[in-house]
Protein backbone atom coordinates (compact mmCIF):
# COMPACT_ATOMS: atom_id res chain seq x y z
CA UNK A 1 0.00 0.00 0.00
CA UNK A 2 1.66 3.33 -0.88
CA UNK A 3 2.03 5.77 1.32
CA UNK A 4 -1.25 8.00 -0.06
CA UNK A 5 -3.34 5.56 0.38
CA UNK A 6 -1.96 4.25 3.81
CA UNK A 7 -2.26 7.59 5.29
CA UNK A 8 -5.80 7.73 4.03
CA UNK A 9 -6.47 4.52 5.43
CA UNK A 10 -5.26 6.13 8.90
CA UNK A 11 -7.37 9.02 8.62
CA UNK A 12 -10.35 7.34 7.86
CA UNK A 13 -10.39 4.82 11.12
CA UNK A 14 -8.73 7.50 13.31
CA UNK A 15 -11.88 9.32 12.22
CA UNK A 16 -14.31 6.60 12.74
CA UNK A 17 -12.56 6.27 16.25
CA UNK A 18 -13.19 9.63 16.89
CA UNK A 19 -16.67 9.46 15.72
CA UNK A 20 -17.90 6.47 17.88
CA UNK A 21 -16.56 8.49 20.74
CA UNK A 22 -18.84 11.47 19.54
CA UNK A 23 -21.52 9.66 18.91
CA UNK A 24 -21.76 7.13 22.81
CA UNK A 25 -21.19 10.93 23.76
CA UNK A 26 -23.71 13.32 21.84
CA UNK A 27 -26.39 10.13 21.88
CA UNK A 28 -25.72 10.21 25.93
CA UNK A 29 -25.89 13.50 25.78
CA UNK A 30 -29.89 13.09 23.08
CA UNK A 31 -31.06 10.29 25.66
CA UNK A 32 -30.71 12.34 28.81
CA UNK A 33 -32.38 15.55 27.44
CA UNK A 34 -35.42 13.60 26.34
CA UNK A 35 -35.27 11.74 29.49
CA UNK A 36 -35.60 14.79 31.26
CA UNK A 37 -38.76 15.86 29.22
CA UNK A 38 -36.80 17.84 26.29
CA UNK A 39 -38.58 17.65 23.10
CA UNK A 40 -36.56 15.38 20.59
CA UNK A 41 -35.63 17.90 18.01
CA UNK A 42 -34.43 20.44 20.91
CA UNK A 43 -32.57 17.47 22.01
CA UNK A 44 -31.10 16.93 18.90
CA UNK A 45 -29.97 20.37 18.43
CA UNK A 46 -27.99 20.80 21.93
CA UNK A 47 -26.89 17.25 20.74
CA UNK A 48 -25.04 19.03 17.21
CA UNK A 49 -23.87 21.85 19.09
CA UNK A 50 -22.08 19.55 21.40
CA UNK A 51 -21.08 17.31 18.47
CA UNK A 52 -19.36 20.00 16.22
CA UNK A 53 -17.08 21.21 19.20
CA UNK A 54 -15.93 18.12 19.68
CA UNK A 55 -15.92 17.00 16.43
CA UNK A 56 -13.72 19.73 15.13
CA UNK A 57 -11.50 20.00 17.76
CA UNK A 58 -10.16 16.42 17.87
CA UNK A 59 -10.51 15.47 13.80
CA UNK A 60 -8.34 18.93 13.77
CA UNK A 61 -6.01 17.50 15.73
CA UNK A 62 -5.52 13.65 15.24
CA UNK A 63 -7.30 12.74 12.62
CA UNK A 64 -6.16 15.49 9.62
CA UNK A 65 -3.21 16.67 12.19
CA UNK A 66 -3.63 20.50 11.46
CA UNK A 67 -0.96 22.47 13.58
CA UNK A 68 -2.23 25.74 11.83
CA UNK A 69 -4.17 27.68 14.43
CA UNK A 70 -7.96 27.69 14.12
CA UNK A 71 -9.40 30.01 12.56
CA UNK A 72 -13.02 31.68 11.81
CA UNK A 73 -12.96 30.73 8.56
CA UNK A 74 -12.02 26.67 9.16
CA UNK A 75 -14.56 26.75 11.75
CA UNK A 76 -16.78 28.56 9.76
CA UNK A 77 -16.87 25.76 7.17
CA UNK A 78 -17.10 23.37 10.38
CA UNK A 79 -20.38 25.06 11.09
CA UNK A 80 -21.63 25.23 7.40
CA UNK A 81 -20.91 21.11 7.17
CA UNK A 82 -22.65 20.61 10.35
CA UNK A 83 -25.75 22.69 8.62
CA UNK A 84 -26.08 20.09 5.79
CA UNK A 85 -25.63 16.97 8.12
CA UNK A 86 -28.07 18.59 10.72
CA UNK A 87 -30.55 19.13 7.78
CA UNK A 88 -30.31 15.72 6.51
CA UNK A 89 -30.45 14.49 10.17
CA UNK A 90 -34.25 16.36 10.24
CA UNK A 91 -35.39 15.24 7.62
CA UNK A 92 -34.53 11.32 8.39
CA UNK A 93 -35.32 11.75 12.07
CA UNK A 94 -38.88 13.44 11.30
CA UNK A 95 -39.72 10.87 8.98
CA UNK A 96 -38.36 8.04 11.14
CA UNK A 97 -40.43 9.31 14.11
CA UNK A 98 -43.39 11.19 13.01
CA UNK A 99 -44.31 9.52 9.54
CA UNK A 100 -43.19 6.01 9.96
CA UNK A 101 -43.93 6.18 13.69
CA UNK A 102 -40.71 4.99 15.20
CA UNK A 103 -39.49 6.03 18.71
CA UNK A 104 -36.92 9.05 19.11
CA UNK A 105 -34.27 6.74 20.52
CA UNK A 106 -34.18 4.30 17.62
CA UNK A 107 -34.99 7.22 15.07
CA UNK A 108 -31.75 8.83 15.86
CA UNK A 109 -29.32 6.11 15.71
CA UNK A 110 -30.37 5.10 12.48
CA UNK A 111 -30.29 9.12 11.10
CA UNK A 112 -26.94 9.68 13.00
CA UNK A 113 -25.60 6.55 11.55
CA UNK A 114 -26.37 6.52 7.84
CA UNK A 115 -24.69 10.30 7.99
CA UNK A 116 -21.46 9.53 9.00
CA UNK A 117 -19.06 8.70 5.57
CA UNK A 118 -20.74 11.97 4.44
CA UNK A 119 -19.30 13.75 7.36
CA UNK A 120 -15.86 12.13 6.98
CA UNK A 121 -15.78 13.19 3.11
CA UNK A 122 -17.04 17.03 4.12
CA UNK A 123 -14.42 17.35 6.52
CA UNK A 124 -11.68 15.74 4.84
CA UNK A 125 -12.45 17.55 1.20
CA UNK A 126 -13.72 20.98 2.76
CA UNK A 127 -13.37 21.77 6.39
CA UNK A 128 -9.50 20.76 6.47
CA UNK A 129 -8.51 20.42 2.87
CA UNK A 130 -6.40 23.46 2.76
CA UNK A 131 -4.65 22.73 6.21
CA UNK A 132 -4.05 19.35 6.02
CA UNK A 133 -0.72 18.69 6.75
CA UNK A 134 0.85 16.99 3.16
CA UNK A 135 3.68 14.23 3.77
Known sequence: MDHQKNRALIQFLTFNAIGMINVVLTLALYFLLIAMGWHYLLALAAEYAFGICFSFFMNKRFTFQVRAKTTSTMFGKMIGTYVLLFLGN??????????????????????????????????????????????
Open 90 to 135: LIILVFFVDILGINPYLGQVIAFSSLMILAFIMQKFYVFRVATVRS
